[in-house]
């Protein structure tokens, strides 16, 4: 695996490479990953991975600063899961200076997780369109864990008409059900034994949609009220459209439930598609 932190270096050995296929990622790299990877070499001759920690996406208050970084770690689990090529550029190789070209989602970065986190949807489609324009890949890869980023990412590629092909990979969960994360490391072990409640109580959603109940507004608000109870602090539980995270409008039109809730100081999020 060749491992690249420059652009023109990355240019030019992806020359006649075939078809690329792009993973980009911000490492402490777990299963979830690496099952993207494998996916991503299903789609293309050459699987370049990049791992870059985007200052842009995260607020004032939030962790860049401790946001696990395992370089070494993750070299070894990419060179092992098939990948021909790591871009791991430091902040001054990809932004030279000051990043005042921006990308602006659409209202969509507003509404759930964009809400708690103002400006962090701004930040996620300003640097994978510039990692797009930087590694020109055929195809890109990116988890449905983070099922609103897949959105606006993939609403992106569409609108601005990039030649790249947006394929969504499914969420890897551990044995009792809570999504693999990399901010799964900052849970105690207490926590870590209460954090698959999520998961189980947005199962709980599912179950009661397709068995007919059509009062989402209430599922929802049981389920904040369940986590509360066991000492959560959630952020949302929503059903939504899976189209367009919009409120539920016609009883066939296929949903996702979406939650973000802090356990301690650690907040996850999760989805499961109706």
């Known amino acids: 695996m060749q491992i690249i932190s420059a652009i023109a270096d990355l240019r030019s050995a992806l020359k006649g490479r075939g078809r690329v296929v792009f993973v ?7 299963a979830g990953h690496i099952s993207l990877m494998e996916q991503a070499r299903a789609h293309g001759d050459t699987v370049v991975a990049s791992i870059f920690v985007n200052r842009l996406q995260f607020g004032p208050n939030e962790d860049f600063d401790k946001y ?21 550029p430091t902040e001054a190789d990809l932004y030279p200076e000051p990043q ?6 659409p209202a969509i970065q507003n509404i759930l997780d964009g809400e708690f986190r103002p400006g962090h949807f701004r930040g996620v489609a300003t640097v994978v369109l510039k990692l797009f324009n930087i590694v020109q890949p055929q195809a890109a890869v990116f988890g449905k864990k983070d099922y609103q980023q897949l959105m606006v990412i993939r609403n ?11 394929i969504g990979g499914e969420t890897v969960r551990a044995e009792d059900g809570l999504a693999l994360s990399s901010r799964n490391g900052y849970l105690s072990e207490a926590e870590r034994a209460e954090a698959p409640r999520l998961y189980r109580l947005l199962n709980e959603i599912r179950t009661a949609i397709l068995s007919g109940e059509t009062d989402s507004v209430r599922l929802e608000n049981e389920a904040i009220a369940a986590l ?4 959560w602090k959630t952020d949302y539980v929503a059903v939504r459209q899976q189209s367009d995270l919009s409120m539920p409008k016609g009883v066939n039109a296929p949903l996702v439930v979406l939650a973000a809730s802090r356990l301690g100081s650690t907040r996850l999020i999760d989805n499961i598609e109706i």
């Open 24 to 30: 980009p990622t911000m490492g402490n790299l777990h």
């Open 68 to 88: 696990p970084r395992t370089f070494q770690a993750d070299c070894d689990k990419l060179a092992a899961a098939g990948v021909n090529v790591l871009f791991a």
């Open 100 to 105: 005042e070209y921006t990308v602006e989602p």
């Open 156 to 166: 992106m590629t569409r609108q601005l008409a990039l030649p790249i092909d947006i």
């Open 228 to 231: 509360t109870a066991a000492g």
